[in-house]
């Protein structure tokens, strides 16, 4: 009995802070970013947040997890501002991410602002890669390289000369940064069942 209270309880509270991490935040970035100054498809894209209690990890600092959540409100953030979120709704397409990392420079506490710049730096024929950077203050704090798609409701996946022409983009894609495609090219080893097995 103990223990399934104690299953509810961490269920309940799971719930919780992902509501007040991620859900109360969509809905202030739903309110708000439509009215915010436009930006260009392909960003950047620059969005302020604040660390909130539930950020925190229990050395007192913003939680990594919390950075990957981060990212995904701020680049929800762009696709609004850059009015191609009613394209995707019409034609039931929506972003995935298939891969991403982060590296760490300094800590955010509780309290502190900082601002993310989103921007997709290249693509290919199946994937957006983007960067996303966390500042404060000027500060470097963080970086991040995510690997985005975009799939339809039924489940096919949308080649990115689709997403372009929807956007009314038509120039070709910017060179692959040396770093991406080192990163682009060991994820396959990461799904191979030897690796996970080890």
Same mark, same amino acid.
């Given at each position: ?30 309110m708000i970013s439509p009215f915010r100054k436009p930006v260009q498809p392909l960003g950047p894209c620059v969005t302020k ?23 995904? @409100?701020?680049? &929800? ?8 979120? !009613?394209?995707? /709704?019409?034609? %039931?397409w929506y972003p995935v991410v298939v891969a991403e990392t982060i590296r760490f420079k300094h800590s955010l506490k509780l309290f502190q602002q900082y601002e993310i710049e989103t921007e997709v730096v290249c693509w ?5 890669? @983007?960067?996303? &950077? ?8 963080? !970086?991040?390289? /995510?690997?985005? %798609? ?49």
């Amino acid at each position: 009995m103990a223990f399934v209270l104690a299953r509810q309880y961490l269920s309940l509270s799971q719930f919780i802070d992902r509501f007040m991490k991620y859900y109360i935040r969509l809905l202030l970035l739903l309110m708000i970013s439509p009215f915010r100054k436009p930006v260009q498809p392909l960003g950047p894209c620059v969005t302020k947040f604040r660390v909130w209690p539930n950020d925190l990890d229990v050395f007192m600092h913003m939680n990594n997890g919390a950075y990957l959540t981060i990212m995904d @409100l701020a680049r &929800t953030d762009m696709m609004i501002r850059a009015g191609i979120v !009613k394209g995707m /709704v019409n034609r %039931r397409w929506y972003p995935v991410v298939v891969a991403e990392t982060i590296r760490f420079k300094h800590s955010l506490k509780l309290f502190q602002q900082y601002e993310i710049e989103t921007e997709v730096v290249c693509w290919d024929h199946r994937a957006f890669y @983007l960067v996303q &950077t966390f500042t404060r203050n000027d500060e470097f704090v963080a !970086k991040a390289a /995510v690997e985005a %798609r975009f799939l339809s409701t039924s489940g096919k996946r949308i080649p990115v000369s689709d997403l372009l022409v929807m956007m009314g983009h038509t120039s070709p894609s910017p060179p692959m940064p040396a770093w991406i495609s080192d990163w682009q090219h060991a994820q396959p080893g990461m799904s191979e069942p030897q690796f996970i097995e080890e």
